[in-house]
């Protein structure tokens, strides 16, 4: 039986382990674009895509909707707390309906997609496809952006993605008995957040923060600081001389 354990542990250590958690780089910039080129400019803020829930025993994610349902108005909250911290007229994506709204939720799930990509592809060396290595930032979510930037008024568009698992105890008692059994190391809780932007005008991605490893508990408010305070950290739109520092 014991047997079984091990091998069983073994499995799901070897499907559950993805490289994303060992990033070495979290955030980088497209070549020839500096905060100079944001001057004067509108940001549009698409509505963040905020998923929080548990991770079960073998790994599989089981959303919560209190959970986030409160880590997006907590967000929202903190966000708007930080207003006086950017030097650029900041909008919240409106209300759409019909094309419009398909068009901007389709490029929320598209910058999510593109951004777990720079992250995996790029910003871990050891993952590197061979059409990317040693190639500099240069990514895009396509050119059909424009007609966002069109609708809205604003040249920018800054997305944000956060998805956080909390280790369920069955995933607790998995980690230590893997540890104690075969001494390998599992994972418990993912805590993921990305915060990218885009000129709209191009769809080229000209900024962007990645981390794996994100932290603050997004389901009370000064974990809620933690977390924004890491998603912006570098952003190029911030005032001068102003640090998004995170929370204690």
């Known amino acids: 039986m014991k047997r079984n354990l091990t091998i069983a542990i073994l499995l799901a250590w070897t499907g559950l382990t993805g490289p994303m958690a060992f990033a070495q780089e979290r955030g980088a910039v497209r070549p020839n674009f500096s905060a100079e080129a944001l001057k004067g400019q509108k940001i549009l803020l698409f509505r ?6 548990e991770q079960g025993t073998g790994g599989t994610p089981e959303s919560n909707a209190d959970w986030t349902a409160k880590a997006r108005d907590l967000f929202v909250t903190e966000l708007r707390r ?7 007229e900041i909008v919240e994506e409106p209300d759409l309906v019909g094309a419009a709204a398909d068009s901007v939720a389709a490029h929320r799930a598209l910058f999510s997609a593109v951004a777990n990509s720079v992250m995996v ?8 496809l061979p059409t990317r290595k040693n190639k500099p930032f240069e990514w895009t979510l396509g050119k059909e952006t424009k007609q966002i930037a069109e609708l809205t008024g604003a040249r920018y568009g800054l997305f944000i993605t956060t998805e956080d698992q909390y280790g369920s105890l069955g995933r607790k008692m ?22 990218g932007l885009v000129d709209l005008e191009t769809g080229d991605l000209v900024w962007l923060n990645a981390d794996g490893q994100m932290g603050g508990d997004v389901r009370d408010a000064l974990g809620m600081q933690k977390r924004v305070g890491q998603l912006l950290e570098d952003f190029p739109g911030l005032k001068p001389g102003v640090q998004v520092a995170a929370a204690p």
């Open 48 to 53: 963040p895509t905020i998923q929080v829930g």
């Open 82 to 88: 930080r207003q006086s911290d950017f030097a650029n």
């Open 121 to 128: 592809y790029q910003f871990f060396p050891g993952n590197r």
């Open 174 to 195: 998995f980690q230590f008995l893997a540890a104690g059994l075969v001494g390998v190391g599992v994972q418990s809780g993912v805590h993921l957040g990305y915060a």
